[in-house]
C-alpha cells in the first residue's frame, strides 16, 4: 500500500481481556517496528521484525505481550489479560533497509478500562 | 544505551518567528531522523540526516556527527507547525530507533 496501515483506529477494552492489533506496512518493505507511546509521553520500542522473524524483542514490557509476523507483511501485536497501564498509542512503523527511512502508521489508541 | 535529549522541551512562538530545536546524543549514530508528530498524532518524517545540512522548505537541519548533535530550524513559523517534533537515531548494529525527548512547539497567531 501508500503508506503503512494500522488496524483498528481506537479499541476499548475491559481490564483482563486480550486484543489483537494490526499492522499492514508499506508493500515491500522488509523490516517492520512496534512502538508505544504513553499519554504525554515519547515513543517506546517494542519489537522488531525482519521478514517474519524477530531479531529484537527487547521492549516488549511482559510475558503478556507477544507479536508475529506473517508472509513478511502483515504483523499482529497481542496483549493478553490487558492492564490499564497498557493504555496507550501502539505506532507501527515499516523500513526498505532496517534501520533507515522509517514510515510510520497512524497508530491504535489502546483503551483499558 | 545511547541517551538522547532535546532541548527545548516546550516552545512558543508568534507566528512568523524563526526557532532552532536541538538534539544531543551520547553516542556515535548510523542514524539520525527528525519527526512532527501532529496534534492528532501522526509521526511525520521530516529529514533523515546521520551527517551534514538539508533543506525542505521552510525547513532545514544539520547535524554534527563527530561532536554529536542535530540542528532543526524552522523558518517563518506558521500555526501548522505546532505538535511535537522528535529526533530519533540508530546506532550500532541495532535496527530500532531511539528517540529523544521531543520538543513541544506551539505557534500562535
Known amino acids: 500500500g501508500a503508506g503503512v496501515s494500522q488496524s483498528p483506529s481506537n479499541k476499548v477494552t475491559e481490564k483482563g481481556k486480550d486484543v489483537e492489533l494490526r499492522c499492514d506496512p508499506i508493500?515491500?518493505?522488509?523490516?517492520l517496528y512496534w512502538y508505544r507511546q504513553s499519554l504525554g509521553q515519547g515513543l517506546e520500542f517494542l519489537i522488531y521484525f525482519q521478514g517474519n522473524s524477530a531479531p529484537d524483542k527487547s521492549g516488549l514490557p511482559s510475558d503478556r505481550f507477544s507479536a508475529e509476523r506473517t508472509g513478511g507483511s502483515v504483523s499482529t501485536l497481542t496483549i493478553q489479560r490487558t492492564q490499564q497501564e497498557d493504555s496507550a498509542v501502539y505506532l507501527c512503523a515499516s523500513s526498505l533497509v532496517e534501520g533507515f527511512g522509517y514510515t510510520f502508521g497512524s497508530g491504535t489508541r489502546l483503551t483499558v478500562v | 544505551g545511547i541517551q538522547v535529549e532535546q532541548s527545548p522541551p516546550d516552545l512558543i512562538l508568534q507566528e512568523g518567528a524563526n526557532s532552532t530545536l536541538r538534539c544531543n546524543f551520547s553516542d556515535s549514530v548510523n542514524n539520525l531522523q527528525w519527526f512532527h508528530q501532529n496534534p492528532w498524532g501522526q509521526l511525520i518524517n521530516l529529514f533523515y540526516?546521520?551527517?551534514g545540512t538539508k533543506q525542505n522548505g521552510r525547513l532545514s537541519a544539520t547535524t554534527v556527527a563527530t561532536e554529536r548533535y542535530s540542528l532543526l530550524y524552522i523558518s517563518s513559523s506558521q500555526t501548522t507547525d505546532s505538535g511535537v517534533y522528535f529526533c530519533?537515531?540508530?546506532?550500532?548494529?541495532?535496527?530500532?530507533?531511539?528517540f529523544g525527548t521531543g520538543t513541544r512547539l506551539q505557534v500562535t497567531l
Open positions: 508493500s515491500g518493505h522488509t523490516a
Open positions: 530519533a537515531v540508530v546506532t550500532g548494529t541495532a535496527s530500532k530507533l531511539t
Open positions: 540526516i546521520p551527517s
